[in-house]
């Protein structure tokens, strides 16, 4: 089968070209259509002879709302009728990568040693956004493994300013 990848690029693209002007609500409901795509349990009921692709299409419209546009819809039915389900997630993320793009923007994950408040995530997301030299859309996460500090990864760029890193810096400067 080939690459979920390569099967995502012409449905994000031409999603992305029928809804430009809309392209910010257009990924809000496709974020959470992948979401639910992802499931083991939709997967496998999705899969079921025995189930059709409205009854299909229904229980996304139950599990996401039942405003999705008419856009939306078609999308889904044509993604359902190519036998496409599996692959939603990565039409998401490619759909994302687009939208990025036309806005100059990245996605970054930002790991801390302890939860932000709203305050220093706001001035962090300056000083990573000139740092970067693009507008960042933060998803922050945990880690306290890092001990002290931020790690910040933005597609294949990383920062890290974390104590553990340091520490493994000295333990390699002191072995060497």
């Known amino acids: 089968m080939a690459e979920l990848a390569t099967i995502a ?3 994000a693209e031409a999603l ?7 392209a910010w609500q257009i990924s809000q409901w496709l974020n959470a259509v992948a ?3 992802a499931n083991a349990d939709v997967q ?4 079921s002879p025995r189930v059709t692709q409205t009854q299909v299409l229904d229980l996304f419209k139950g599990a996401v709302g039942d ?4 856009l939306a819809e078609n999308f889904l ?5 190519n036998d496409r389900l599996q692959a939603l997630p990565e039409i998401a993320a490619q759909f994302r990568s687009l939208l990025n793009a036309q806005r100059g923007a990245a996605d970054a994950v930002l790991y801390s040693a302890f939860p932000l408040d709203q305050d220093a995530l706001a001035e962090l997301r300056v000083v990573l956004e000139k740092r ?7 998803t922050v996460e945990v880690d306290e493994s890092l001990i002290g500090g931020v790690r910040v990864v933005v597609g294949d760029e990383e920062l890290d300013t974390s104590v553990k890193a340091r520490l493994e810096q000295m333990k390699a ?3 060497a």
């Open 9 to 11: 690029r012409p449905y």
């Open 16 to 22: 992305f070209k029928a809804g430009a002007a809309d």
């Open 35 to 37: 979401t639910v795509a």
């Open 44 to 47: 496998r009921v999705a899969r």
């Open 67 to 70: 405003g999705l546009s008419a």
């Open 77 to 81: 039915r044509t993604v359902l009728e």
């Open 132 to 138: 970067f030299a693009r507008s960042l859309n933060l």
């Open 173 to 175: 400067a002191l072995v």
